[in-house]
């Protein structure tokens, strides 16, 4: 049985958020080390610490939000986070020192907290089970499109308006919050509800669940692995003396190849099974990085190496979307997508230990070891596959009925 037109349209409301947010987000994000730079005048390594301030708020808030969206019901938390972002970035915008500043940043890093636990379980509740790997990928797919554009629009923007690029953030936010009061409705994401009720305490009884630790160690390593990239590639091409492509070329190369390669997926490859894509995600991203270390025409390599770790990263970053809700019971989708945000400790690690290895082994020695965190990844991912396997969790979603998750 198909979802009702009102739960697809709901659907919809929820992946073109999530496409309105991304785009809001690199709207602005990329612009805090520039406008620390030009209006508070920091150094390097106080920029370093201001721009690690929102996803250090997002490491440490993401379990209490997601326990609260639970609590509150998702789409009530999913207004109260685009309130807090438009407010955010509002400060961002007005700020004349670096203290309000940071409040604006911080304020983001709730707001995100919020919104990323809340969206993907609010998801669940409006399709049937088999149908969540297909949105999952169409939601990756659209927020890429808005990672292509809020930048371009965010460069443009702070030439000519300066602080006032933040305001435009603000404004989507606002576009946001309009679309959910309009089209989304509190009955359509009602939450199964357990017959005993765990204490607020209790709730941190997940942190001790074997799937979601393995979960967020295999997500966190691949974040180390991206962490490391972003943060050394500049200085690999850099250093490369013309050989490799621009830094810019290669970032527009990987996010055109992960929107064409989603819609190739979700229109002719549906056949493939969830499994056989998780394990081909994972060599692509493993032989993707690796021939990067090859020296024989060092340009189209570089080339190569983008496109093949893209597709892989295209066809395994949803699946870990999936294998969340497999292990969330229905009750706690919310609190396990905010405790799976314990991930982002890979985006500080990486760049700390990718410095150390860069130093010691130069540029081969950091990409062969973002090519063994991704390897290490997939062991614990199929540590949560074998879990799964041998004790499922219930499923309390019907079939027949997606209209509870």
């Known amino acids: 049985m198909k979802a009702s037109n009102s739960h697809l349209k709901s659907m919809w409301v929820l992946l073109i958020g999530s ?55 998702y789409v009530r938390s999913i207004r109260t986070s685009a309130i807090i972002n438009c407010a955010a970035f509002l400060t961002m915008a007005v700020a004349r020192d670096v203290e309000t500043f940071v409040l604006g940043l911080v304020l983001f890093g709730i707001g995100k907290s919020f919104f990323d636990s809340t969206i993907r379980a609010a ?81 941190f009884k997940v942190l001790k669940d ?21 943060a050394f590639m500049p200085i690999i091409v850099e250093q490369s003396a013309g050989l490799r492509p621009s830094f810019g070329i290669l970032v527009s190369l990987n996010a055109a190849v992960v929107i064409i390669f989603q819609v190739i997926h979700l229109r002719y490859m549906k056949w493939l099974p969830f499994n056989q894509t998780v394990i081909a995600g994972i060599v692509l991203l493993v032989v993707g990085f690796l021939i990067f270390t090859v020296d024989v025409n060092v340009f189209f390599m570089s080339l190569l190496a983008v496109v093949v770790f893209s597709i892989g990263e295209t066809l395994l970053f949803p ?21 799976g945000e314990i ?56 079939e027949a009925e997606p209209t509870n998750g």
């Open 319 to 339: 699946c870990f979307e999936v294998f969340m809700d497999k292990i969330a019971p229905a009750h706690n989708k919310a609190l396990y997508f905010g405790a």
């Open 123 to 203: 998801m669940t509740c409006v399709c049937l089970p088999h149908e969540r790997e297909k949105y999952f990928r169409l939601r990756y797919m659209l927020m890429n499109i808005g990672c292509v554009v809020g930048p371009l629009v965010g460069v443009y923007a702070y030439e000519y308006m300066a602080s006032g690029a933040f305001t435009l953030t603000s404004v989507v936010y606002v576009a946001f919050f309009l679309l959910t009061m309009g089209f989304l409705h509190i009955s359509d994401f009602k939450i199964e509800r357990q017959e005993i009720a765990h204490t607020t305490f209790g709730k």
């Open 210 to 230: 074997f799937r979601l630790l393995c979960w967020v160690a295999a997500f966190a390593l691949v974040l180390m692995a991206y962490g490391s990239y972003e």
């Open 19 to 73: 496409a309105l947010s991304t785009f809001g987000i690199f709207l602005s994000i990329p612009l805090v080390s520039m406008h620390a730079y030009n209006v508070f005048h920091l150094s390097v390594y106080e920029i370093g610490l201001v721009s690690g301030v929102w996803p250090a708020t997002v490491f440490f808030f993401g379990f209490i939000c997601g326990m609260i969206g639970d609590r509150w019901g």
């Open 343 to 398: 991930k982002q400790i890979g985006f500080f690690l990486g760049p700390l230990l990718g410095g150390v290895l860069f130093t010691a082994g130069g540029s081969h020695l950091l990409i062969v070891s973002c090519a063994l965190c991704i390897a290490l990844a997939a062991a614990a991912l199929y540590q949560v596959h074998a879990s799964l396997r041998s004790k499922p969790v219930p499923n309390t979603v019907s």
